[in-house]
C-alpha cells in the first residue's frame, strides 16, 4: 500500500522540536532572529512574508519585518549591509521574486553566506556543489527531511530530477552528487523525461505543469516528490497525476500537502542553526 508522505503532519513534529531548542537557546541568553525583507507591494509576497513572521513567532524565534515599499536597488543592498553587519541578526532572507528593476543576482549575493539561510547565494550554493557545510535551500531541506522522517534512505538509490530551478533541481543534485546516490537530471522540455522517470527509484517533479508525469511513467514501487504547484482558479494542483500514480509508487507526496508545508519550517530551522552557531 502507497505510504502518503504528510508535510502537514512532519512540519507540526520539526515546530515542536524547534520550539524546544529556541527555549535552550534563550536560556543562554540568545534570541535567534531572522531578518526578513520585503520589497514593493505584491499582495502575494505580503502574505507570505506575514505566515513567516507568524511561524516565526510560534516558535520563539524574533522576526524582524524590513518593508521597502518604494526602494532602489541600492538602499536595498544598504539595508542588507547593515543586517550582515549586525550581530544581533542571524539570518536573512529577502522574499523573491523582487520588483522589475531590481537585480536579484546582486542583491542575493550581497547575503552574508554565514546568515544566508534561505541557501540561495553563489557563495552558498558553490559550497553545496563542493561538499562543503553551508545552508541549504528550503525545498531542498523540505525534500530530504521529509524522506528520512519516513525511514526513506536518500543514498544508495538512482534518482532523477525533472527540472532545474535554482532553488530545488540544481541545489538538490548538487547535494546529491555528494552523497551515495545516482542522480539524472532533465528539463521539463526534454523528449526523455518518461525513459529517465521510468528509471528513478526517487523521482522529483518539479516542472510547473499539470499531471507532467502519469503513472505509466513511472517505475512500480518508486518514491516520487511532487514539487508543482498549478492554480487553477482557487485550486492547486501538482506536476503528478496523483491518483493514478499512487497506485504504482510505494511512496507520494500529496499537492497540496505534501512538500509545502515543511518550507517555512526548514527556513526557520536553519535560522535557528545559524544563531545557535553564534553562540558557540
Not at 195 to 218: F, G, I, N, P, S
Request: aromatic fraction near 4%.
Amino acid at each position: 500500500m502507497v505510504v502518503i508522505l504528510d508535510g502537514k503532519a512532519t512540519a507540526s513534529a520539526v515546530m515542536e522540536e524547534l520550539r524546544a531548542r529556541v527555549e535552550e537557546l534563550k536560556g543562554k541568553g540568545v534570541t535567534p532572529t531572522l531578518a526578513l525583507v520585503l520589497v514593493g507591494d505584491d499582495k502575494y509576497s505580503r502574505r507570505y512574508v506575514r505566515m513567516k513572521a507568524r511561524r516565526c513567532g510560534k516558535v520563539g524565534v524574533e522576526a524582524q519585518l524590513h518593508h521597502l515599499q518604494e526602494a532602489t536597488q541600492e538602499e536595498l543592498l544598504a539595508l542588507i549591509g547593515r543586517l550582515n553587519g549586525d550581530p544581533s541578526v542571524h539570518g536573512i532572507m529577502v522574499q523573491l521574486p523582487l520588483p522589475e528593476g531590481f537585480d536579484e543576482l546582486a542583491t542575493v549575493e550581497a547575503i552574508s553566506p554565514d546568515k544566508d539561510v534561505d541557501g540561495l547565494s553563489p557563495a552558498t550554493l558553490g559550497k553545496l556543489l563542493m561538499g562543503e557545510g553551508c545552508f541549504h535551500p528550503a525545498g531542498v531541506e523540505a525534500i530530504i527531511e521529509l524522506l528520512r522522517r519516513y525511514g526513506i534512505d536518500p543514498e544508495h538509490k538512482r534518482w532523477a530530477i525533472a527540472g532545474l530551478s535554482n532553488i530545488v533541481g540544481k541545489p538538490l543534485a548538487a547535494l546529491l552528487t555528494n552523497m551515495e546516490a545516482s542522480v539524472t537530471c532533465c528539463r521539463a522540455s526534454d523528449p526523455e523525461l518518461a525513459e529517465y522517470a521510468r528509471e528513478a527509484d526517487v523521482l522529483v517533479v518539479d516542472v510547473a505543469r499539470k499531471w507532467a508525469v502519469t503513472a505509466e511513467m513511472v517505475k512500480p514501487g518508486a518514491v516520487v516528490v511532487d514539487n508543482g504547484n498549478n492554480y487553477e482558479g482557487k485550486k492547486v494542483y501538482g506536476d503528478v497525476d496523483f491518483e493514478g500514480v499512487k497506485e504504482v509508487a510505494s511512496a507520494i507526496t500529496p499537492v497540496p500537502g505534501g512538500v509545502g508545508p515543511l518550507l517555512i519550517a526548514m527556513l526557520i530551522r536553519n535560522a535557528l542553526k545559524a544563531a545557535e552557531r553564534s553562540s558557540v
